[in-house]
Protein backbone atom coordinates (compact mmCIF):
# COMPACT_ATOMS: atom_id res chain seq x y z
CA UNK A 1 0.00 0.00 0.00
CA UNK A 2 1.72 3.33 -0.93
CA UNK A 3 1.56 6.46 1.15
CA UNK A 4 -1.19 8.10 -0.36
CA UNK A 5 -3.52 5.21 0.25
CA UNK A 6 -2.31 4.52 3.82
CA UNK A 7 -3.36 8.01 4.75
CA UNK A 8 -6.61 8.01 2.78
CA UNK A 9 -7.35 4.61 4.65
CA UNK A 10 -6.41 6.35 8.01
CA UNK A 11 -8.28 9.49 7.40
CA UNK A 12 -11.41 7.69 6.28
CA UNK A 13 -11.28 5.43 9.58
CA UNK A 14 -11.12 8.68 11.84
CA UNK A 15 -14.03 10.19 10.07
CA UNK A 16 -16.16 7.13 10.88
CA UNK A 17 -14.90 6.54 14.07
CA UNK A 18 -15.99 10.06 15.26
CA UNK A 19 -18.96 9.79 13.18
CA UNK A 20 -20.17 6.91 15.17
CA UNK A 21 -19.49 7.83 18.49
CA UNK A 22 -22.35 10.19 17.66
CA UNK A 23 -24.79 8.19 16.52
CA UNK A 24 -27.38 7.62 18.73
CA UNK A 25 -29.03 4.30 18.74
CA UNK A 26 -32.52 3.75 20.82
CA UNK A 27 -32.12 0.47 22.84
CA UNK A 28 -35.72 0.54 23.98
CA UNK A 29 -36.81 0.27 20.13
CA UNK A 30 -34.40 -2.58 19.25
CA UNK A 31 -35.30 -4.48 21.85
CA UNK A 32 -38.84 -4.28 20.60
CA UNK A 33 -38.35 -4.89 16.84
CA UNK A 34 -35.96 -7.92 18.28
CA UNK A 35 -38.50 -9.43 19.89
CA UNK A 36 -41.54 -9.40 17.72
CA UNK A 37 -39.18 -10.28 14.75
CA UNK A 38 -37.10 -12.99 16.41
CA UNK A 39 -39.70 -14.49 18.98
CA UNK A 40 -43.18 -13.94 16.40
CA UNK A 41 -42.04 -14.06 13.08
CA UNK A 42 -44.32 -14.90 10.45
CA UNK A 43 -41.29 -14.53 7.50
CA UNK A 44 -42.16 -18.47 6.84
CA UNK A 45 -45.51 -18.20 6.32
CA UNK A 46 -45.06 -15.35 3.69
CA UNK A 47 -42.71 -18.00 1.94
CA UNK A 48 -44.69 -20.67 1.78
CA UNK A 49 -47.26 -18.41 -0.06
CA UNK A 50 -44.80 -16.74 -2.45
CA UNK A 51 -43.28 -20.47 -2.86
CA UNK A 52 -45.51 -23.32 -2.57
CA UNK A 53 -49.10 -21.17 -2.93
CA UNK A 54 -47.77 -19.06 -5.85
CA UNK A 55 -45.28 -21.51 -7.72
CA UNK A 56 -43.05 -20.26 -10.33
CA UNK A 57 -43.00 -16.91 -10.87
CA UNK A 58 -41.45 -16.15 -14.17
CA UNK A 59 -42.09 -12.46 -15.48
CA UNK A 60 -45.19 -12.00 -17.32
CA UNK A 61 -46.36 -15.22 -15.92
CA UNK A 62 -50.35 -16.00 -13.92
CA UNK A 63 -48.06 -17.50 -11.21
CA UNK A 64 -45.99 -13.82 -10.81
CA UNK A 65 -49.32 -12.09 -10.65
CA UNK A 66 -50.61 -14.73 -8.41
CA UNK A 67 -48.15 -13.85 -5.63
CA UNK A 68 -48.24 -9.94 -6.75
CA UNK A 69 -51.80 -10.11 -5.48
CA UNK A 70 -51.34 -12.05 -2.54
CA UNK A 71 -48.88 -9.59 -1.32
CA UNK A 72 -50.75 -6.48 -2.39
CA UNK A 73 -53.51 -8.25 -0.14
CA UNK A 74 -51.34 -8.96 2.98
CA UNK A 75 -50.07 -5.86 2.84
CA UNK A 76 -53.42 -4.09 3.24
CA UNK A 77 -54.27 -6.52 5.65
CA UNK A 78 -50.92 -5.53 7.99
CA UNK A 79 -52.13 -2.03 7.41
CA UNK A 80 -50.05 -0.18 5.14
CA UNK A 81 -51.98 1.97 2.87
CA UNK A 82 -51.32 2.26 -1.05
CA UNK A 83 -50.77 -1.14 -1.77
CA UNK A 84 -51.34 -1.80 -5.40
CA UNK A 85 -49.81 -3.47 -8.84
CA UNK A 86 -47.94 -0.64 -10.95
CA UNK A 87 -46.99 -0.69 -13.97
CA UNK A 88 -43.46 0.37 -14.82
CA UNK A 89 -43.78 -0.23 -18.59
CA UNK A 90 -43.64 -2.92 -21.67
CA UNK A 91 -42.15 -5.94 -20.81
CA UNK A 92 -43.56 -8.54 -23.36
CA UNK A 93 -44.92 -11.73 -23.51
CA UNK A 94 -45.73 -13.91 -20.42
CA UNK A 95 -44.93 -17.39 -20.29
CA UNK A 96 -45.55 -21.08 -18.51
CA UNK A 97 -44.60 -24.61 -18.42
CA UNK A 98 -47.95 -26.26 -17.86
CA UNK A 99 -46.44 -29.94 -18.80
CA UNK A 100 -43.26 -31.55 -19.17
CA UNK A 101 -42.42 -35.12 -19.55
CA UNK A 102 -39.63 -36.44 -21.51
CA UNK A 103 -38.08 -40.29 -21.54
CA UNK A 104 -35.65 -42.73 -23.58
CA UNK A 105 -37.62 -45.43 -24.05
CA UNK A 106 -34.66 -47.21 -26.44
CA UNK A 107 -32.34 -49.04 -25.66
CA UNK A 108 -34.22 -49.11 -22.62
CA UNK A 109 -36.96 -46.77 -20.26
CA UNK A 110 -35.55 -44.17 -18.01
CA UNK A 111 -36.81 -40.97 -17.43
CA UNK A 112 -34.77 -37.40 -17.94
CA UNK A 113 -34.57 -34.72 -15.64
CA UNK A 114 -34.96 -31.40 -17.99
CA UNK A 115 -36.56 -28.76 -17.59
CA UNK A 116 -38.05 -26.51 -21.13
CA UNK A 117 -35.96 -23.37 -21.81
CA UNK A 118 -37.85 -20.31 -20.62
CA UNK A 119 -40.09 -18.72 -23.57
CA UNK A 120 -39.65 -21.46 -25.92
CA UNK A 121 -42.98 -23.87 -27.15
CA UNK A 122 -44.28 -27.19 -26.15
CA UNK A 123 -44.14 -29.89 -28.95
CA UNK A 124 -47.72 -29.65 -29.54
CA UNK A 125 -48.33 -32.69 -27.99
CA UNK A 126 -46.71 -36.33 -27.37
CA UNK A 127 -43.80 -37.20 -29.89
CA UNK A 128 -41.60 -40.01 -30.07
CA UNK A 129 -38.66 -39.48 -32.33
CA UNK A 130 -34.86 -41.13 -32.58
CA UNK A 131 -31.65 -38.93 -31.48
CA UNK A 132 -29.78 -37.37 -33.75
CA UNK A 133 -26.14 -35.87 -33.31
CA UNK A 134 -25.89 -32.60 -34.67
CA UNK A 135 -21.99 -31.67 -35.58
CA UNK A 136 -21.63 -28.14 -37.37
CA UNK A 137 -19.49 -25.86 -36.87
CA UNK A 138 -20.12 -23.63 -39.51
CA UNK A 139 -23.21 -22.84 -41.82
CA UNK A 140 -22.17 -25.34 -44.35
CA UNK A 141 -22.36 -28.19 -42.35
CA UNK A 142 -26.20 -28.02 -41.84
CA UNK A 143 -26.51 -29.71 -45.77
CA UNK A 144 -25.27 -33.55 -44.38
CA UNK A 145 -28.49 -32.66 -42.23
CA UNK A 146 -30.91 -31.05 -44.86
CA UNK A 147 -34.36 -33.36 -45.09
CA UNK A 148 -33.23 -35.77 -42.00
CA UNK A 149 -34.58 -34.28 -38.89
CA UNK A 150 -38.17 -33.80 -39.20
CA UNK A 151 -39.15 -35.68 -35.72
CA UNK A 152 -35.88 -36.22 -34.77
CA UNK A 153 -34.39 -35.38 -31.26
CA UNK A 154 -31.37 -33.33 -32.05
CA UNK A 155 -28.51 -33.36 -29.22
CA UNK A 156 -25.19 -31.55 -29.66
CA UNK A 157 -21.98 -33.03 -28.73
CA UNK A 158 -20.95 -30.69 -25.57
CA UNK A 159 -18.04 -31.73 -22.86
CA UNK A 160 -19.42 -33.09 -19.54
CA UNK A 161 -19.39 -30.76 -16.74
CA UNK A 162 -17.52 -31.40 -13.98
CA UNK A 163 -18.45 -33.79 -12.04
CA UNK A 164 -16.69 -34.14 -8.90
CA UNK A 165 -15.81 -31.94 -6.10
CA UNK A 166 -14.95 -31.98 -2.48
CA UNK A 167 -16.03 -28.49 -0.96
CA UNK A 168 -19.62 -28.31 1.07
CA UNK A 169 -22.21 -26.75 -0.99
CA UNK A 170 -23.14 -24.67 1.71
CA UNK A 171 -20.59 -22.21 3.68
CA UNK A 172 -20.82 -19.13 6.19
CA UNK A 173 -18.43 -16.29 5.95
CA UNK A 174 -15.40 -16.67 8.46
CA UNK A 175 -14.17 -13.79 10.60
CA UNK A 176 -10.98 -13.88 8.50
CA UNK A 177 -13.53 -13.22 5.19
CA UNK A 178 -15.14 -10.43 6.70
CA UNK A 179 -12.47 -8.76 8.31
CA UNK A 180 -10.88 -8.71 5.36
CA UNK A 181 -14.01 -6.70 3.34
CA UNK A 182 -14.51 -4.57 6.48
CA UNK A 183 -10.61 -3.94 5.62
CA UNK A 184 -10.41 -3.52 2.11
CA UNK A 185 -10.61 -0.73 -0.08
CA UNK A 186 -13.43 0.59 -2.28
CA UNK A 187 -13.20 -1.87 -5.47
CA UNK A 188 -12.42 0.14 -9.11
CA UNK A 189 -14.84 -0.38 -11.75
CA UNK A 190 -13.99 -3.43 -13.62
CA UNK A 191 -14.61 -3.32 -17.54
CA UNK A 192 -15.11 -7.19 -18.64
CA UNK A 193 -12.79 -7.87 -21.55
CA UNK A 194 -14.07 -10.74 -24.57
CA UNK A 195 -13.80 -11.24 -28.56
CA UNK A 196 -16.73 -9.10 -29.88
CA UNK A 197 -16.00 -10.68 -33.08
CA UNK A 198 -15.93 -13.85 -31.72
CA UNK A 199 -19.05 -13.31 -29.67
CA UNK A 200 -21.27 -12.19 -32.95
CA UNK A 201 -19.75 -14.68 -35.10
CA UNK A 202 -20.94 -17.27 -32.36
CA UNK A 203 -24.52 -15.44 -32.14
CA UNK A 204 -25.03 -15.51 -35.80
CA UNK A 205 -24.13 -18.95 -36.20
CA UNK A 206 -26.58 -20.07 -33.18
CA UNK A 207 -29.35 -17.86 -34.84
CA UNK A 208 -29.05 -19.55 -38.01
CA UNK A 209 -28.89 -22.49 -36.27
CA UNK A 210 -31.94 -22.01 -34.96
CA UNK A 211 -33.61 -21.17 -38.47
CA UNK A 212 -31.96 -24.33 -39.55
CA UNK A 213 -33.93 -26.73 -37.17
CA UNK A 214 -36.73 -24.89 -36.94
CA UNK A 215 -37.46 -24.98 -41.10
CA UNK A 216 -36.64 -28.38 -40.95
CA UNK A 217 -39.04 -29.45 -37.99
CA UNK A 218 -37.01 -31.12 -35.18
CA UNK A 219 -39.24 -32.60 -32.92
CA UNK A 220 -37.17 -31.45 -29.66
CA UNK A 221 -33.81 -30.04 -28.96
CA UNK A 222 -31.88 -31.25 -26.36
CA UNK A 223 -29.13 -28.87 -24.27
CA UNK A 224 -26.75 -29.80 -21.65
CA UNK A 225 -27.60 -27.16 -18.40
CA UNK A 226 -24.84 -26.18 -15.91
CA UNK A 227 -25.42 -28.13 -12.94
CA UNK A 228 -24.46 -31.77 -11.77
CA UNK A 229 -26.14 -34.25 -9.67
CA UNK A 230 -29.36 -33.70 -11.09
CA UNK A 231 -29.44 -29.92 -10.20
CA UNK A 232 -30.67 -27.87 -13.74
CA UNK A 233 -29.73 -24.16 -13.53
CA UNK A 234 -32.34 -23.16 -16.27
CA UNK A 235 -31.77 -19.92 -18.94
CA UNK A 236 -34.08 -18.75 -21.59
CA UNK A 237 -34.10 -19.83 -25.01
CA UNK A 238 -35.85 -17.25 -26.67
CA UNK A 239 -36.74 -13.52 -26.67
CA UNK A 240 -39.68 -12.47 -24.37
CA UNK A 241 -40.32 -9.49 -26.82
CA UNK A 242 -43.68 -9.36 -28.49
CA UNK A 243 -42.10 -9.23 -31.73
CA UNK A 244 -39.72 -12.17 -30.93
CA UNK A 245 -39.41 -15.05 -34.41
CA UNK A 246 -40.81 -18.39 -33.34
CA UNK A 247 -37.87 -21.15 -32.21
CA UNK A 248 -38.29 -24.95 -31.71
CA UNK A 249 -39.01 -26.80 -28.26
CA UNK A 250 -35.71 -26.94 -26.35
CA UNK A 251 -35.05 -28.94 -23.19
CA UNK A 252 -31.81 -28.21 -20.68
CA UNK A 253 -31.14 -31.24 -19.79
CA UNK A 254 -29.43 -32.58 -16.64
CA UNK A 255 -25.86 -32.91 -17.15
CA UNK A 256 -25.94 -36.90 -15.98
CA UNK A 257 -28.77 -37.57 -18.39
CA UNK A 258 -27.44 -35.54 -21.56
CA UNK A 259 -24.12 -37.14 -21.18
CA UNK A 260 -25.47 -40.58 -21.11
CA UNK A 261 -27.33 -40.31 -24.05
CA UNK A 262 -25.14 -38.62 -25.47
CA UNK A 263 -22.69 -41.36 -25.05
CA UNK A 264 -25.13 -44.25 -26.19
CA UNK A 265 -25.21 -41.75 -29.88
CA UNK A 266 -21.89 -41.87 -30.07
CA UNK A 267 -21.39 -45.56 -29.74
CA UNK A 268 -23.35 -46.16 -32.57
CA UNK A 269 -26.57 -47.20 -29.88
CA UNK A 270 -30.10 -46.12 -31.14
CA UNK A 271 -31.43 -44.11 -28.76
CA UNK A 272 -35.33 -43.20 -28.68
CA UNK A 273 -37.09 -40.81 -26.71
CA UNK A 274 -40.78 -39.70 -26.17
CA UNK A 275 -42.12 -36.24 -25.06
CA UNK A 276 -44.97 -34.13 -23.85
CA UNK A 277 -44.43 -30.72 -23.20
CA UNK A 278 -46.82 -27.37 -23.04
CA UNK A 279 -46.03 -24.12 -22.60
CA UNK A 280 -48.53 -21.05 -22.98
CA UNK A 281 -47.52 -17.38 -24.06
CA UNK A 282 -49.96 -15.06 -22.42
CA UNK A 283 -50.30 -11.50 -24.76
CA UNK A 284 -53.08 -9.80 -23.58
CA UNK A 285 -51.05 -7.53 -21.03
CA UNK A 286 -47.86 -6.88 -21.68
CA UNK A 287 -47.05 -4.54 -19.33
CA UNK A 288 -44.54 -5.22 -16.45
CA UNK A 289 -46.10 -4.65 -12.62
CA UNK A 290 -44.08 -3.74 -9.60
CA UNK A 291 -45.79 -3.90 -5.72
CA UNK A 292 -45.62 -1.22 -3.81
CA UNK A 293 -47.41 -0.02 -0.32
CA UNK A 294 -46.22 2.60 2.28
CA UNK A 295 -46.51 3.19 6.00
CA UNK A 296 -47.12 6.94 5.76
CA UNK A 297 -44.87 8.87 7.76
CA UNK A 298 -46.28 11.26 10.28
CA UNK A 299 -43.49 14.06 10.87
CA UNK A 300 -45.14 17.12 9.36
CA UNK A 301 -41.98 18.76 7.89
CA UNK A 302 -40.45 14.94 6.94
CA UNK A 303 -43.36 12.56 5.74
CA UNK A 304 -43.14 13.61 2.04
CA UNK A 305 -39.82 11.80 2.71
CA UNK A 306 -38.98 8.63 1.71
CA UNK A 307 -37.00 5.27 2.87
CA UNK A 308 -37.13 2.37 0.45
CA UNK A 309 -37.09 -1.11 0.90
CA UNK A 310 -37.18 -4.09 -1.74
CA UNK A 311 -36.60 -7.36 -2.86
CA UNK A 312 -37.62 -8.66 -6.77
CA UNK A 313 -41.03 -11.18 -6.47
CA UNK A 314 -39.78 -12.65 -10.28
CA UNK A 315 -38.23 -15.95 -10.33
CA UNK A 316 -37.10 -18.33 -13.16
CA UNK A 317 -39.51 -21.83 -13.89
CA UNK A 318 -37.38 -24.53 -12.70
CA UNK A 319 -38.53 -24.26 -8.83
CA UNK A 320 -40.76 -21.90 -7.09
CA UNK A 321 -37.48 -19.63 -6.59
CA UNK A 322 -36.92 -19.67 -2.53
CA UNK A 323 -33.66 -18.18 -2.37
CA UNK A 324 -33.67 -16.10 -5.86
CA UNK A 325 -36.16 -14.34 -4.31
CA UNK A 326 -39.17 -15.26 -2.20
CA UNK A 327 -36.09 -15.12 1.07
CA UNK A 328 -35.57 -11.33 -0.19
CA UNK A 329 -39.58 -10.70 -0.59
CA UNK A 330 -40.48 -12.10 2.46
CA UNK A 331 -37.76 -10.21 4.56
CA UNK A 332 -39.04 -7.40 3.20
CA UNK A 333 -42.64 -7.83 3.75
CA UNK A 334 -41.76 -9.13 7.01
CA UNK A 335 -39.93 -6.07 7.79
CA UNK A 336 -43.18 -3.90 7.17
CA UNK A 337 -45.08 -6.61 9.50
CA UNK A 338 -42.70 -5.84 12.54
CA UNK A 339 -43.05 -2.47 12.52
CA UNK A 340 -46.74 -2.38 11.96
CA UNK A 341 -46.95 -5.03 14.77
CA UNK A 342 -44.76 -2.79 17.27
CA UNK A 343 -47.26 0.15 16.21
CA UNK A 344 -44.39 2.38 15.12
CA UNK A 345 -45.49 5.87 13.65
CA UNK A 346 -42.46 6.72 11.56
CA UNK A 347 -41.37 9.93 10.82
CA UNK A 348 -40.51 9.59 7.14
CA UNK A 349 -42.75 7.57 4.89
CA UNK A 350 -41.68 3.86 4.40
CA UNK A 351 -42.33 2.28 1.01
CA UNK A 352 -42.13 -1.02 -0.02
CA UNK A 353 -41.32 -2.23 -3.58
CA UNK A 354 -41.62 -6.00 -4.76
CA UNK A 355 -40.12 -5.84 -8.58
CA UNK A 356 -40.82 -8.19 -11.30
CA UNK A 357 -38.44 -8.33 -14.04
CA UNK A 358 -35.08 -8.63 -12.42
CA UNK A 359 -33.65 -11.81 -13.78
CA UNK A 360 -34.33 -10.34 -17.71
CA UNK A 361 -32.57 -6.70 -16.44
CA UNK A 362 -33.76 -4.97 -13.75
CA UNK A 363 -36.38 -3.72 -15.10
CA UNK A 364 -39.35 -3.42 -12.65
CA UNK A 365 -36.82 -1.55 -10.54
CA UNK A 366 -34.77 0.62 -13.49
CA UNK A 367 -38.55 1.55 -14.62
CA UNK A 368 -39.59 2.43 -11.50
CA UNK A 369 -36.40 4.36 -11.01
CA UNK A 370 -37.09 5.85 -14.26
CA UNK A 371 -41.17 6.70 -13.61
CA UNK A 372 -39.90 8.66 -10.48
CA UNK A 373 -36.79 9.76 -9.79
CA UNK A 374 -34.95 10.31 -12.98
CA UNK A 375 -33.50 9.06 -16.25
CA UNK A 376 -29.75 7.43 -15.58
CA UNK A 377 -29.23 7.78 -19.30
CA UNK A 378 -29.20 11.88 -19.39
CA UNK A 379 -29.14 12.52 -15.19
CA UNK A 380 -32.19 14.68 -15.94
CA UNK A 381 -33.55 14.44 -12.49
CA UNK A 382 -37.37 14.58 -10.84
CA UNK A 383 -38.18 16.05 -7.35
CA UNK A 384 -38.81 12.91 -5.94
CA UNK A 385 -35.46 12.24 -6.43
CA UNK A 386 -34.23 14.26 -3.92
CA UNK A 387 -36.62 13.02 -1.39
CA UNK A 388 -35.29 9.39 -0.39
CA UNK A 389 -33.24 9.20 1.93
CA UNK A 390 -32.34 5.30 1.45
CA UNK A 391 -33.75 2.56 -0.33
CA UNK A 392 -32.14 -1.46 0.82
CA UNK A 393 -32.32 -4.54 -0.98
CA UNK A 394 -32.08 -8.11 -0.34
CA UNK A 395 -31.21 -10.68 -2.72
CA UNK A 396 -28.68 -12.93 -2.60
CA UNK A 397 -30.23 -16.08 -1.25
CA UNK A 398 -31.47 -16.90 2.48
CA UNK A 399 -28.13 -16.58 4.76
CA UNK A 400 -28.04 -14.69 7.71
CA UNK A 401 -27.20 -10.73 7.13
CA UNK A 402 -23.17 -10.23 8.21
CA UNK A 403 -22.75 -6.24 7.46
CA UNK A 404 -23.73 -4.07 4.33
CA UNK A 405 -22.06 -3.09 1.78
CA UNK A 406 -21.65 1.19 1.15
CA UNK A 407 -21.68 1.09 -2.45
CA UNK A 408 -18.95 3.77 -2.37
CA UNK A 409 -20.73 5.97 0.78
CA UNK A 410 -18.31 6.17 2.96
CA UNK A 411 -20.18 8.77 5.27
CA UNK A 412 -22.60 6.16 5.72
CA UNK A 413 -20.25 3.73 7.20
CA UNK A 414 -20.12 4.98 10.58
CA UNK A 415 -23.79 5.67 10.61
CA UNK A 416 -24.69 2.13 9.93
CA UNK A 417 -21.82 0.75 12.45
CA UNK A 418 -23.40 1.77 15.37
CA UNK A 419 -27.16 0.61 13.67
CA UNK A 420 -25.28 -2.46 13.44
CA UNK A 421 -23.84 -2.78 17.04
CA UNK A 422 -26.81 -4.09 18.98
CA UNK A 423 -26.47 -7.55 16.53
CA UNK A 424 -22.96 -8.55 16.87
CA UNK A 425 -24.68 -11.02 19.13
CA UNK A 426 -26.66 -12.18 15.77
CA UNK A 427 -23.76 -12.25 13.23
CA UNK A 428 -23.68 -8.97 12.13
CA UNK A 429 -21.50 -6.13 12.48
CA UNK A 430 -19.63 -5.95 9.10
CA UNK A 431 -19.41 -2.53 6.84
CA UNK A 432 -17.69 -2.39 3.48
CA UNK A 433 -17.12 0.30 1.51
CA UNK A 434 -17.35 -2.02 -1.40
CA UNK A 435 -20.09 -2.08 -4.26
CA UNK A 436 -22.05 -5.43 -5.15
CA UNK A 437 -23.97 -5.21 -7.98
CA UNK A 438 -26.66 -7.46 -10.47
CA UNK A 439 -29.65 -6.41 -8.37
CA UNK A 440 -32.11 -4.00 -7.54
CA UNK A 441 -30.36 -1.61 -5.42
CA UNK A 442 -27.53 -0.38 -8.51
CA UNK A 443 -30.88 1.15 -10.30
CA UNK A 444 -31.00 3.82 -7.53
CA UNK A 445 -27.56 4.13 -6.99
CA UNK A 446 -27.48 5.16 -10.73
CA UNK A 447 -29.64 8.27 -10.09
CA UNK A 448 -27.62 9.17 -6.86
CA UNK A 449 -30.28 7.31 -4.46
CA UNK A 450 -28.69 5.68 -1.60
CA UNK A 451 -29.11 2.31 -2.52
CA UNK A 452 -27.50 -0.26 -0.13
CA UNK A 453 -27.18 -4.52 0.07
CA UNK A 454 -26.77 -6.12 2.73
CA UNK A 455 -23.54 -8.60 2.99
CA UNK A 456 -25.46 -12.77 3.34
CA UNK A 457 -24.19 -15.66 4.28
CA UNK A 458 -23.74 -17.35 0.91
CA UNK A 459 -25.29 -20.69 2.54
CA UNK A 460 -25.35 -22.60 -1.04
CA UNK A 461 -27.00 -19.86 -2.93
CA UNK A 462 -24.04 -20.16 -5.78
CA UNK A 463 -23.48 -24.14 -5.56
CA UNK A 464 -26.96 -25.41 -5.66
CA UNK A 465 -30.14 -23.04 -5.63
CA UNK A 466 -29.32 -19.79 -7.80
CA UNK A 467 -31.70 -20.12 -10.98
CA UNK A 468 -31.57 -23.53 -10.67
CA UNK A 469 -34.60 -26.79 -9.71
CA UNK A 470 -33.38 -26.63 -6.47
CA UNK A 471 -34.24 -23.57 -5.28
CA UNK A 472 -37.64 -24.54 -3.35
CA UNK A 473 -39.23 -23.24 0.56
CA UNK A 474 -36.78 -26.06 1.55
CA UNK A 475 -33.57 -24.29 0.55
CA UNK A 476 -34.68 -20.88 2.91
CA UNK A 477 -33.22 -21.06 6.67
CA UNK A 478 -35.73 -19.91 8.99
CA UNK A 479 -33.19 -18.36 11.66
CA UNK A 480 -31.68 -16.60 9.18
CA UNK A 481 -34.35 -14.86 7.35
CA UNK A 482 -35.87 -13.93 11.06
CA UNK A 483 -32.26 -12.59 11.91
CA UNK A 484 -32.62 -10.76 8.22
CA UNK A 485 -36.16 -9.08 8.87
CA UNK A 486 -34.92 -8.20 12.53
CA UNK A 487 -31.88 -6.20 11.48
CA UNK A 488 -33.60 -4.52 8.11
CA UNK A 489 -36.74 -3.22 10.56
CA UNK A 490 -33.93 -2.00 12.71
CA UNK A 491 -32.21 0.20 9.75
CA UNK A 492 -35.65 1.18 8.40
CA UNK A 493 -36.40 2.41 11.71
CA UNK A 494 -33.50 4.20 12.23
CA UNK A 495 -33.38 5.76 8.84
CA UNK A 496 -36.93 6.90 8.92
CA UNK A 497 -36.41 8.60 12.64
CA UNK A 498 -32.90 10.33 11.61
CA UNK A 499 -33.12 13.85 11.76
CA UNK A 500 -30.72 13.29 8.54
CA UNK A 501 -31.69 11.66 5.55
CA UNK A 502 -28.74 9.42 5.03
CA UNK A 503 -25.45 11.05 3.31
CA UNK A 504 -25.29 11.00 -0.14
CA UNK A 505 -22.54 10.20 -2.69
CA UNK A 506 -21.46 12.57 -5.67
CA UNK A 507 -24.31 12.68 -8.57
CA UNK A 508 -22.90 9.70 -10.93
CA UNK A 509 -22.30 10.83 -14.54
CA UNK A 510 -24.86 9.89 -16.90
CA UNK A 511 -25.00 6.66 -18.41
CA UNK A 512 -25.71 6.28 -21.83
CA UNK A 513 -25.67 2.49 -21.72
CA UNK A 514 -28.16 2.07 -19.08
CA UNK A 515 -31.96 1.75 -20.52
CA UNK A 516 -35.31 0.46 -20.08
CA UNK A 517 -35.62 -2.69 -22.31
Given at each position: ????????????????????????????????????????????????????????????????????????????????????????????????????????????????????????????????????????????????????????????????????????DAVRYTD???????????????????????????????????????????????SQARGTDGTVFTTNGASYADTAKAVSPELETSGEDYQRILRLVKAGIKVTMEADIKTRFFTDDLQGYDVVAEIPGTDKNLKDQVVMVGGHLDSWHGATGGTDNAAGSAVMMETMRILKAINFKPRRTIRIALWSSEE??????????????????????????????????????????????????????????????????????????RNTGSTDHVSFDAVGIPGFEFIQDPLDYGARTHHSNQDTYDKMSEDDLKQAATIVASFVYNTSQRSEMIPRKELPKAQPAIARN
Open positions: MNLKSLYSGLLIAGVMGSAYAQEAVDTAMVKKIREEGLNHSKVMETAFYLTDVSGPRISGSPELKHAQDWAVNQLKAWGLVNAKREPWGKFGKGWEVQKNYAAMTVPYYHAIIAIPRAWTPGTNGPITGDVVLIKADTITDFDKYKGNLQGKIVIFDTKPNAERTFKAEELDAMAKGPAQAGQRRTFDRTAMLKARAFRTSLNTFLLDEHVGLILQGLFGSRGYVLNHFGDPKTMELKPEQGKVSAYYNLDNGTGKIRGIYLQGDSVAGPIFKAWLEPFKDLGASTVTI
